[in-house]
């Protein structure tokens, strides 16, 4: 018998899902679209998981090259900031873990010429900026909250990061991890926090990237990297959209 070359949508939903489905069908591109244009049947799971895989790839690149690196999120008041802030982790809340400041050590890695650590009172030395921004969680969330701390592009510069290689990687206290692209690091609105509410967001440094959504704002942050390789992260290697950002 000839096989079926009708596609059962439902059996590859939670996969579509994962792979940003919202953002297939925004461009208008059906799973019959994706077939047609990769010649593919899409009858194996496989096939469908590495077309999609592709597709994800395909549209970080595109993203990155659409970012703009002057266009800055949207900013508010301080009368519109949310208290208490929503957390959010991969744990429940109480889990978060308790970092002391005091022994604190922001640790360097790679293509960075000065990989000295960093104690939370040099890290205050440096000038520090604060923003209102919006943090946007995939898990359909938002808040309006505040954060300060040092411009991310000027610690860069400042530990002489070679900021023409193409990601920084982050490694946290609590085995999260996560990257981005060095446009969105340099971004004037980057922010390598170390002002927030409560310690349970973040403590003792966090980036807070308004550009990205909520997942690449990495709390409880031990060390920073910076790589030509891409370092994936937490959910990104669980599918989610590498770029992830506007
Ligand atoms: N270290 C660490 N950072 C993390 C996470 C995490 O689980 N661990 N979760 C991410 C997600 S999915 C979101 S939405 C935001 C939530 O930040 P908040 O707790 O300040 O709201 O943190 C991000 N950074
Ligand atoms: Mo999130």
């Known amino acids: 018998m000839k096989p079926s070359r009708k ?3 439902s059996a590859f939903r939670p996969r579509i899902e994962r792979m940003e489905r919202r953002r297939f069908l925004k461009q208008g591109l059906s799973l ?9 049947t899409l009858k194996d799971e496989d096939a469908v998981d590495r077309l999609l895989f592709a597709m994800s790839r ?3 690149r595109v993203q990155a090259a659409l970012f703009n ?6 900013t508010y008041s301080e009368a519109e900031v949310v208290t208490p802030f929503p957390f959010n982790a ?8 308790v970092i002391n400041g005091d022994d604190y050590r922001l640790k360097l890695s790679g293509l960075v010429a000065d990989k000295r650590s960093w104690t939370l009172g040099e890290l205050r030395a440096l000038p520090q900026t604060s923003q209102i921004t919006r943090l946007v969680c995939v898990e359909g969330w938002s808040a309006i909250g505040q954060w300060r701390g040092v411009p ?3 610690f860069l510069e400042r530990v002489g990061a070679d900021t023409t290689a193409r990601h920084v990687g982050v490694a946290c206290a609590d085995k999260y991890s996560t990257s ?10 980057t922010l390598l926090a170390l002002d927030f509410s409560e310690t349970k967001y973040g403590y003792p440094l966090r980036l807070r990237i308004p ?3 909520g997942f690449k704002n990495p709390k409880f942050i031990a060390e920073i990297f910076v790589t030509n390789d891409n370092p994936g992260g937490y959910w990104e290697d669980k599918g989610y959209n590498w770029f992830s950002g506007s």
Do not use: V
């Open 7 to 9: 596609i059962d949508l």
């Open 32 to 40: 019959g679209a994706l077939s047609l244009l990769s010649g593919c």
């Open 58 to 60: 395909f549209n970080d």
């Open 69 to 74: 690196p002057s266009k800055l999120a949207p």
């Open 90 to 97: 991969y744990y429940e809340e109480k889990e978060a873990p």
């Open 152 to 154: 991310f592009r000027q």
């Open 180 to 189: 981005i692209d060095m446009a969105t690091a340099l971004h004037p609105q």
């Open 211 to 213: 550009t990205k959504l």
